[in-house]
């Protein structure tokens, strides 16, 4: 039997880490695959992963092969019997798109020449993508389209064939990834794709015939004179200048998200045909911004998320990125964890993005901090298009071998599984806010892009700069957070009626509960829903200006979105604009709630930061952590046998700064709050070995050290009486 259990594969009794090494079997020589497996046995892993590709297998249509009989590259059989022979579970990404910069991503030609199965934008024409710039656009199959689904399910019946004598208990197989990269087919701009005919003819009209079952309910939300559900047209013009079309707009992105998910819900049933049960995985994540509302459909169906951790180009996004999947996943892996990078000439791409030990560290140590308890190392062997991998593709050993070898065994050595975080704030992500903030011609909530990108992300760099950890979760998922002390949450006028009650739920059971923003008069569908307004009894108007803020500690200018135009006597002023009300605060059941209409995030501003730690430690939150510089994250984790001290130092990566150039900077860290006794100290270095010897009382004033951009580094804390 396979399950997940406490962040480890259970396979029958005998429970596994889910790190597994990529190895593409069709592009490393046969003459390889057994030194490659033997020093990725060393290295310390148990699973070892692969895609499949489609255009390969299929060598004309129906006709396919699996066995090597047409070409040595086609051997999969042979492969995971090897595979079997060494010991190896296995996990197949079986596509149909695997990226991989493979030809056409492995679609077969024939697929992508018929123009009437194609994704198309709202103009008709043909839309194409390419994960890299440098690589040829490949044209993008529309998911629901009767064509395209005959052509992927002949692909899994004949590749159910090999599956069902691989899979776990009669093989090795034991994860199937479905499809890659799904996520709105790739775009996070909702009026790009899909407006193919078929979509809009028949999938379309579908959709919204379920959700409104009838067609006057439909004519009377959206505010038309259709006659029947085929009339009615998805928009294509991103403008919202009414309630109505920000419904339509709503409705078209809940549509295409459900595209995606009968996809891959379509996928598993075919494999699962076969009668084999393997566990099923899939990565639907935006790389710029969360989008778990997907999931929950999915990890019904015993379908989990993953996500892709590749180099980044901005910290504060990389973190937040990652934070906002460790907090909507139930089993938080990195299901593509890159070793190097990809690119057209490796040679050439490597003198200007050198990615070494150094880089490798900082991801692996930053992805354990925020969470991630699972990594499929691509590539851990090298293959066409591709450098940086820690063994060459005849299976030379490479830099960062060791370095992976030794996160392997540390992995072994200290129960990373169970280590949590001690964070007791949480962001609380609401993806429509996300989806609605990208559109540009937005008139009925100008403030929303500000409010979502400014004041919400922006309060992820601000809890960073103060040094307090925290979690983001997602709204729409409304589940409950006992851990947590705080809530952050973005408000406007429209929040569905289940998210309103939650947040009032929290409050009355003992939450904080900081809002910013303006409160609801609308439910999701935009019908008049004012739960959370009533409950808290106050009302709010929009207003958007930039002005100074007087509170009683505090001056300072900031954004204000609107003003609060009335509240219940329960309620203290805490934030004015001259004579308007800009922020509250008041008692709610066992309770705090906080409300405030102005641009919280602090933007390197002094008085703001005062500002936003005086309202945290009002709700019980201690910081037990500090530095002297700003950008350094500092995180603890604990289990029950060990403290875990990261520090983060991600400067700017591939800057131009001098060789070797270190900054001195203070650490400041309370043992008494994070739980470590006795008055001498020693930090141990995990994965270097070196160690500081300190004591609690000088952790506590500070103690010194010079850290480098992209520097990072894992301590285990430990406490002593003598």
């Known amino acids: 039997m396979l399950s997940l259990l406490k962040n480890t594969v259970l396979i029958g009794k005998e429970e596994y880490r889910l790190n597994s090494a990529e ?5 490393v020589s046969k003459k390889y695959w057994s030194v490659c497996f033997e020093r990725i046995k060393k290295a310390g892993f148990k699973i070892i992963s692969t895609p499949i590709p489609w255009n390969l297998h299929e060598i004309s249509t129906g006709e396919f092969d699996f066995n090597g009989e047409t070409d040595s590259r086609t051997d999969l059989a042979v492969f995971l019997e090897l595979a079997r022979e060494f010991g190896f579970k296995v996990i197949l990404k079986i596509g149909p798109y695997i990226g991989a910069e493979w030809e056409n991503g492995g679609y077969p030609d024939f697929v992508l020449k018929n123009q009437d199965l194609l994704a198309k934008d709202p103009q008709g024409n043909v839309v194409s993508i390419s994960e890299l710039k440098e690589f040829p656009k490949i044209a993008l199959p529309s998911f629901d389209h009767p064509s395209f689904k005959n052509h992927y399910k002949r692909y899994i019946n004949a590749l159910n064939e090999v599956l069902k004598r691989y899979v776990y208990p009669k093989g090795p197989v034991i994860v199937i990834q479905l499809g890659r990269k799904t996520s709105l087919n790739f775009f996070t701009d909702p009026f790009l794709l899909d407006y193919n005919s078929y979509i809009i003819q028949s999938s379309y009209p579908a959709f919204l015939k379920e959700k409104y079952k009838e067609i006057k309910k439909l004519k009377s939300a959206y505010q038309i004179k259709s006659k029947n559900w085929e009339e009615v047209q998805p928009p294509k013009d ?5 309630p109505a079309e920000l419904l339509r ?11 995606v998910s009968n996809y891959i819900l379509n996928l598993k049933e075919l494999i699962t045909s076969s009668q084999v049960s393997p566990l099923f995985f899939t990565d639907i994540f935006w790389e710029d911004s969360p989008s778990s509302s997907e999931w929950s459909s999915l990890q019904k169906e015993n379908i989990f998320g993953g996500v892709e951790v590749n180099w980044f180009k901005d910290y504060a996004e990389y973190s937040w990125h990652l934070r906002s999947f460790v907090g909507s996943a139930s089993f938080p892996w990195a299901i593509e964890f890159r070793n190097g990078a990809p690119a057209m000439v490796p040679q ?9 030990t150094q880089e490798l560290k900082f991801m692996l140590v930053t ?5 991630i308890k699972g990594f499929n190392h691509t590539m851990f062997v090298e293959r066409s298009h591709w450098y940086g991998s820690p063994l060459a593709e005849e299976g030379t050993i490479q830099e960062g071998y060791e370095l992976i070898k030794n996160f392997n065994l ?29 559109v540009k011609n937005q008139a009925i909530f100008p403030y929303l892009n500000s409010l979502v990108w400014k004041t919400h992300f922006g309060l992820s760099q601000s809890l960073r700069e103060l040094k307090y950890d925290f979690q983001i979760s997602n709204l729409e998922q409304a589940k409950k957070l006992e851990k947590c002390k705080v809530l952050l949450a973005p408000v406007t006028e429209f929040l569905d009626s289940k998210a309103q009650a939650f947040l009032l739920e929290e409050a009355r059971n003992g939450k904080s509960l900081v809002l910013y923003g303006l409160l609801p008069r609308y439910d999701r569908d935009l019908k008049k829903c004012e739960l959370l307004s009533r409950g808290l009894k106050i009302k709010t108007a929009q207003l958007s200006l930039v002005e100074k803020i007087q509170t009683s500690k505090e001056e300072f200018t900031s954004q204000i979105y609107g003003f609060i135009r009335s509240h219940s006597k329960n309620y203290q002023v805490i934030a004015r604009v001259g ?18 209409t102005f641009d919280l995030s602090s933007s390197a501003c002094r008085e703001k930061s005062g500002f936003l730690e005086g309202i945290l430690q009002e709700s019980g939150i201690t ?31 591939f800057s131009p700064e001098k060789e070797g150039f270190k900054k001195n900077v203070i650490l400041q860290i309370d043992c008494g709050k994070i739980g470590v006794k006795g008055k001498k100290i020693v930090l141990t270095e995990l994965l270097d070995g070196q160690t500081i010897k300190t004591t609690s009382d000088e952790l506590k004033k500070g103690i010194s050290t010079e850290l480098g951009k992209l520097e990072s580094r894992i301590y285990l804390v430990e406490g002593a009486k003598s």
């Open 238 to 242: 991103p403008e919202i200048k009414k």
């Open 623 to 653: 910081r037990f952590l500090n530095s002297s510089d700003p950008d350094l994250e500092m995180i603890i984790q604990k289990n029950e046998k060990v403290t875990l001290l990261y520090l983060i130092s991600p400067g700017v990566p």
């Open 23 to 27: 190895i593409h079997y069709f592009r």
């Open 367 to 371: 992805s354990l901090a925020l969470g």
């Open 249 to 259: 707009f709503l409705d078209w992105i809940d549509f295409k998200l459900s595209l």
């Open 579 to 596: 004579r308007r009300i800009v922020g509250v605060r008041g008692k709610l059941g066992k309770g705090k709630v906080y409300l405030l």
């Open 348 to 356: 050439e791409k490597k003198k200007y993005l050198p990615l070494g």
């Open 410 to 438: 540390l992995q072994e050595r200290i129960n990373l599984k169970s280590l949590e975080n001690l964070s007791q704030i949480n962001l609380l992500n609401y993806d429509s806010y996300i989806y609605v903030s990208r």
